[in-house]
């Protein structure tokens, strides 16, 4: 059964920072791309991150480059989200998605706010 499970979303202020994990399972992690991606209230989902397989290259939306780091732990089925520098529009429910060829993976998310 494959199951992805997101956690250590919580309330941030503004400026603070947060580590999002993703834990995976019922599937061979490392054979998959991992994304993070990400739904305000009202809002689409958007993409904020991807890390690919063997090299780990990493992409980024423009609105997080430079305060979000995405990482991935192939020996603990683990990927993360390196969270600096939080804003208010930050605010949204963050899910991980494991991507190949014609095969998406979706977990269930876990909601980050930031506010004061």
């Known amino acids: 059964q494959v199951q992805l499970v997101e956690s250590g979303g919580g309330l941030v202020q503004p400026g603070g920072s947060l580590r999002l994990s993703c834990a995976a399972s019922g599937f061979t992690f490392s054979n998959f791309a991992m994304n993070w991606y990400r739904q305000a209230p009202g809002k689409e989902r958007e993409w904020v991150a991807t890390i690919t397989t063997i090299s780990a290259t990493t992409t980024y939306a423009d609105s997080v480059k430079g305060r979000f780091t995405i990482s991935r732990d192939n020996a603990k089925n683990t990927v993360y989200l390196q969270m600096n520098s939080l804003r208010p529009e930050d605010t949204a429910v963050y899910y991980c998605?494991?991507?190949?060829?014609?095969?998406?993976?979706w977990g269930q998310g876990t909601q980050v706010t930031v506010s004061s």
């Open positions: 998605k494991a991507f190949r060829t014609r095969t998406n993976y």
